[in-house]
């Protein structure tokens, strides 16, 4: 069965960090591109990070740049979005996603969705 299941939103006060994981079914893990949306509340679902499937390149939105890092457990089949330095506008719902190798996504991009976790940035 295809599955992204994501964990570790919460809480925080700015400037303070946390770390989500999508866990990925191996059969996805293995064939497409891993990387992370966000949608705050009225506003559209934008891009985030995008983790390669060829060659690991690793990209970002303008305002997560330096703050956010993506990286992978192959043996795990989980993609981790570190956050750093987090700020109240970083409050959202963060959605895992595979999609097609690039630079950048769109929302149609997307074959396979996880169901999203909810960050919330205390000022």
């Known amino acids: 069965q295809v599955q992204l299941v994501e964990s570790g939103g919460g809480l925080v006060q700015a400037g303070g960090s946390l770390r989500l994981s999508c866990a990925a079914s191996?059969?996805?893990?293995?064939?497409?591109?891993m990387g992370w949306f966000r949608q705050a509340p009225g506003k559209e679902r934008d891009f985030v990070a995008i983790?390669?499937?060829?060659?690991?390149?690793?990209y970002y939105a303008d305002s997560v740049k330096g703050r956010f890092t993506i990286s992978r457990d192959n043996a795990k089949n989980t993609v981790y979005l570190q956050m750093n330095n987090l700020k109240p506008e970083d409050t959202a719902v963060y959605y895992c996603?595979?999609?097609?190798?690039?630079?950048?996504?769109?929302?149609?991009?997307?074959?396979?969705w996880g169901k999203g976790t909810l960050v919330t940035v205390s000022p």
């Open positions: 996603a595979a999609g097609p190798d690039g630079s950048s996504w769109y929302p149609n991009d997307i074959n396979y």
């Open positions: 191996g059969r996805i893990f293995s064939s497409y591109a």
């Open positions: 983790r390669r499937w060829r060659g690991g390149t690793t």
